[in-house]
Each structure stands twice: as C-alpha cells, then as structure tokens.
C-alpha cells in the first residue's frame, strides 16, 4: 500500500511534470496566521483555514472552514512543556509531506507542532535564552524530513530541533547549535563585529534543497551554514556591504538562491529605515568548492534595488521555476523576475478597489501556481515597525497569477478580525497552503 507521504510526492510530481501550470488547480488548503493575542488574553493568536474552492467560489466572501484558537489547548501544552504561554505566533510552514504545521512564537520562543489534519497541538519547545534574549522568530523544516531549523532572534542563535513526525517526537538538538554572536568564520573572522557585521540576529534562515541554510541577519551581511553538519558549520560569509539586513524571502530555484533585504526594525541607528534588494547566490559555487571560501564568495547578483519608501520581505517562486515574486510590504506591491537570466520583468500593484494600503507580508503559491495567497498586515501592527508593517485590510489577499506566472491581479481580499476590548488587532503576519487529500 502506498504511503500517504508518497502519494502526495506523486501528486506534487504530476504537477510540475510539464513545466508549465496546469490549468486545473489541485483542491488545497490555505493556513493564515493572526499573531495577535488570543481575545481576552496576553498569549495565544489564531490560525483560519480556508478551502480553496471556497476562496474560488466566494472571493472575499469567503468562510474559513476552521478556526484554531492558539491560546487554548495550543498555550495549555505549551505551559505543561516549558512553564510559559507561546506570545506572537509569527511564522507558520508544513513539513515536507504536509502533514505537519509548524509555528514560530517571536516573543516568547516556541516552537509548536501540529497535526494538520485535525489542527490539535502534538509538542511545544522553547528556543534557549542567551544574554541577549530568547525568540523564535522563524522556524523552517529541512526539505528531507530530520529537523527543524530556528532563528533564535534576539538570543543570536541558530538552533536545531530534531523531527520523528512518524512517531511525533522532536527534541533539541543542543550539539548542533551555533551562536551566531561569540562563533568564528572560516576565514577566521568573529561572526559579529562592528566593521561587518554589527548585529547577528538571525532572522530567516532560508534552506536550499541540499541543505544549505541562508541565514539573513539583522543587522546586515550574511552566513551560509550548512545545517546537516554537528554543530552546524559556516560555509560561507558575507559582509553588510555587500547584504543588506533584515532578509525574510528566500527560494532555491534553477541553481540559484534569491534571497532579499528589508527594512530595519526598531531604533538600529547602523541601518536603513528602508530597504528592498534581491540577490542571487550561486548555489554551485557553494557546494562545489575546495577548502575555504573567501569573504563575500561566491558574489551574489544585485538583481533588484529600489531606492526610497520600500520594505522587501515574503517571496515565491511559480512551481515552474520560471519566475520568482517578491513583495514589498510597505510599497505594496509585488516585484516579479524571470530566474532564467534574473531580469525584473514586471511589477503587480495590490492596491485599487479592494484594498487602499495591502502590506503584503509573508506569501504562499497554489500547488499549481494559478493564485499567490498573502498575508496582508493590520492597522495595528505587532512586529516590523510601523512606518512598514501598517495596513488598512488585515487578512487574506488571493492573487490570479496570469501570463504563465510573471503577472498577475488582486481578485480578492478575505477580511480577518480579532476584536479585544472592543478593538480590531487583528495583524495577519504568514500563509501556507498544502494540498487537501
């Protein structure tokens, strides 16, 4: 009997197999993370899941199918695991076979685990506390199913969980973490330093298939760790002159890496109050190297850099590798290149009828590429500054990806609300999809 994990592979397999979207869409779910707390409490948040049929049928109108309040069972097991309630729940990823949810809490460090398909709580972690601070800001699963990757934000670690979704147990895997504020590089140079690289918090650490871990800082340059190894080891450096800080997209497409750089958050008087560039890594020079690279090799492309009011951050690529889109939450728009030669090949405006100020945020594909699914950002928002992060929607922005992926138009806009004494905080900060058996 064929397992649930290899007929989804199958499934997903016969999707990409021409090259090109097909033009019926694989039946999915689409998983919106509201990071505000829980309605009467300190802690919590909430997940809405919507059909994609309904999203189809509806538009704006649609229903969520599910609503799952974190502050309940989600923050009593978090209490039993760690002592503590998860606060900020501000990523959320499927493992590879989609049958897990995974949820990063910034504020307080959690890690969850969910099962998708009932939506109940399986284990809660805790990222370590350093002398720095304790957050999770992201937590991304390795493309082969063993770990867990977190950047622990404010505490200046890269940590790893090791994963048994089989037998739901995962574990931190202590060994295996690198402090990214007291590590040395390859070429011998402190990790963080004022002349390079003045501030090392992680902020999305960005896998490529083979295992390789883009981590984006806070404070600009970039390490490229390869997250296999214990303790997990530097490959490669790269200086805030040459990557911007505040990098949250990511994608490995056609043997390149695109990573971007944002905005700066808070008061960090070393950096830009906005940003938006989109670089592209040869991921061959990285892995096919000899001994130990040099500082800022291989050189990435600058394919992308805008000047003025501009906040790079969520990105996808189509399921045809043909093109990559990055959103720009505070222009409110969305940049679309071509991965074959990385030229900029069109610019998709969010805001019109639906919307007068989107804030996409975090951002997800259908599994056949027709819609682009993002988070659109609330009036009051609880991460980012403000100056980027604010947006007059909060909720679930569909996009009709047209022209075989390098444009598309906002179609709908699905309004989310989490009233708390009388006022809306609902902040939608990530989305992920995975397939409905």
């Given at each position: ?335 679309v290149f071509a991965t074959g030669t990385g030229d900029h090949v069109g610019t998709v405006q969010l805001n019109g009828e639906l919307t007068d100020n989107a804030a996409p945020d975090i951002a997800s594909i259908s599994p056949n590429g027709r819609y682009i699914y993002v988070a659109l950002r609330g009036p009051t928002p609880l991460s980012g500054d403000p100056h980027n992060a604010t947006g007059s929607t909060p909720g679930l922005g569909v996009i009709k990806v047209t022209d075989r992926g390098r444009s598309g ?29």
């Amino acid at each position: 009997m064929i397992s649930r994990q290899a007929l989804l592979a199958v499934c997903l397999a016969c999707v990409t197999a021409c090259g090109r979207p097909v033009a019926d869409e694989l039946p999915h779910e689409v998983w919106l993370l509201d990071q505000s707390d829980s309605p009467g409490r300190a802690y919590g948040g909430a997940i809405h899941v919507f059909l994609s049929t309904e999203l189809e049928r509806h538009g704006s109108a649609a229903v969520a199918a599910r609503h799952i309040d974190l502050g309940t069972a989600t923050a009593e097991l978090c209490v039993r695991r760690t002592g503590a309630p998860p606060v900020r729940p501000h990523m959320i990823r499927f493992n590879a076979a989609r049958t897990h949810v995974i949820l990063a809490f910034v504020a307080s460090g959690h890690v969850v685990f969910m099962d998708a398909d009932t939506g109940g709580p399986l284990d809660c972690l805790r990222a370590t506390r350093s002398a720095t601070g304790q957050q999770a800001h992201a937590a991304y699963p390795s493309p082969d199913g063993r770990f867990i990757l977190v950047a622990n934000q404010n505490g200046k670690r890269l940590e790893r969980i090791l994963a048994d979704y089989a037998s739901n147990t995962f574990s931190a895997d202590s060994a295996a973490m690198l402090d990214l504020a007291t590590c040395t590089t390859p070429a011998g140079h402190s990790c963080e330093n004022r002349a390079s690289r003045p501030d090392n918090a992680p902020v999305c650490p960005f896998m490529s298939d083979g295992g390789l871990a883009f981590v984006t800082l806070r404070g600009g340059g970039m390490l490229v760790v390869d997250a296999r190894d214990t303790p997990m080891r530097i490959v490669a450096e790269y200086d805030s002159a040459t990557v911007k800080g505040n990098g949250c997209g990511g994608v490995d497409v056609r043997g390149h890496m695109y990573v971007n750089a944002g905005g700066r958050p808070g008061v960090l008087q070393h950096m830009d109050l906005y940003g938006f560039e989109v670089y592209r890594f040869p991921l061959g020079g990285l892995v096919d190297h000899a001994g130990p690279l040099g500082v800022n090799s291989p050189a990435p492309s600058v394919i992308w850099k805008s000047s003025g009011a501009h906040d790079s951050h969520g990105m996808v690529a189509t399921p045809d590798s043909a093109y990559v889109w990055v959103f720009d939450r505070h222009g409110d728009v969305a940049e679309v290149f071509a991965t074959g030669t990385g030229d900029h090949v069109g610019t998709v405006q969010l805001n019109g009828e639906l919307t007068d100020n989107a804030a996409p945020d975090i951002a997800s594909i259908s599994p056949n590429g027709r819609y682009i699914y993002v988070a659109l950002r609330g009036p009051t928002p609880l991460s980012g500054d403000p100056h980027n992060a604010t947006g007059s929607t909060p909720g679930l922005g569909v996009i009709k990806v047209t022209d075989r992926g390098r444009s598309g138009r906002l179609v709908a806009v699905v309004r989310i609300e989490n009233l708390n004494d009388g006022r809306d905080t609902a902040d939608p900060h990530a989305v992920a999809v995975r397939v409905v058996r």
